[in-house]
């Protein structure tokens, strides 16, 4: 039973799994379009960060910035290798989304890789209603990055 859980990123299993998650970002982004966040940029205020868990086994996490009181973007979303294909993504992206109609924001938005890697990242927000978008916030257009974003129900 997958339990998600809000984080304050003290743990050492949590650096470890974002240490891994930039490792993967780096690995296949160029440096001047990596967006993964580090621990440090984590603890942001305007930052919910959530961890997914089964007992006392780490699955993945997730996080939600709010960019304006109307308006959040998905970051961090990592599942461990050893868990992916077993929808803690989707658990975890759900429970995003229910935090973001809870806080009555009306659009969610999102950056992603355009490689082939990212490919099943792309699929995960497509399934859930995420369509393509132009830049948003600070990003600027780059052709490693997909921007996407759904529309929420007022």
């Given at each position: 039973?997958?339990?998600?859980?809000?984080?304050?990123?003290?743990?050492?299993?949590?650096?470890?799994?974002?240490?891994?998650?930039?490792?993967?970002?780096?690995?296949?982004?160029?440096?001047?379009?990596?967006?993964?966040?580090?621990?440090?940029?984590?603890?942001?205020?305007?930052?919910?960060?959530?961890?997914?868990?089964?007992?006392?086994?780490?699955?993945?996490?997730?996080?939600l910035k709010?960019?304006?009181?109307?308006?959040?973007?998905?970051?961090?979303?990592?599942?461990?290798?050893?868990?992916?294909?077993?929808k803690i993504?989707?658990?975890?992206?759900?429970?995003?989304?229910?935090?973001?109609?809870?806080?009555?924001?009306?659009?969610?938005?999102?950056?992603?890789?355009?490689?082939?890697?990212?490919?099943a990242a792309?699929?995960?927000?497509?399934?859930?209603?995420?369509?393509?978008?132009?830049?948003?916030?600070?990003?600027?257009?780059?052709?490693?990055?997909?921007?996407?974003?759904?529309?929420?129900?007022?």
């Open positions: 039973m997958t339990e998600i859980r809000e984080d304050d990123l003290s743990g050492p299993e949590i650096a470890a799994l974002l240490q891994a998650h930039l490792l993967f970002a780096g690995d296949n982004s160029p440096e001047d379009s990596m967006h993964a966040l580090d621990l440090a940029a984590l603890r942001a205020p305007e930052i919910t960060f959530w961890t997914a868990w089964d007992g006392a086994g780490l699955l993945g996490c997730g996080a709010e960019l304006s009181p109307t308006q959040g973007e998905i970051k961090s979303m990592h599942t461990t290798a050893a868990h992916r294909g077993k993504g989707a658990r975890m992206l759900n429970h995003i989304m229910d935090v973001a109609r809870q806080r009555n924001y009306q659009r969610i938005s999102l950056e992603t890789g355009s490689m082939e890697v990212f490919a792309r699929a995960l927000y497509s399934r859930h209603g995420f369509t393509l978008c132009g830049a948003f916030a600070d990003y600027v257009e780059d052709r490693h990055s997909v921007f996407m974003q759904l529309e929420l129900a007022a």
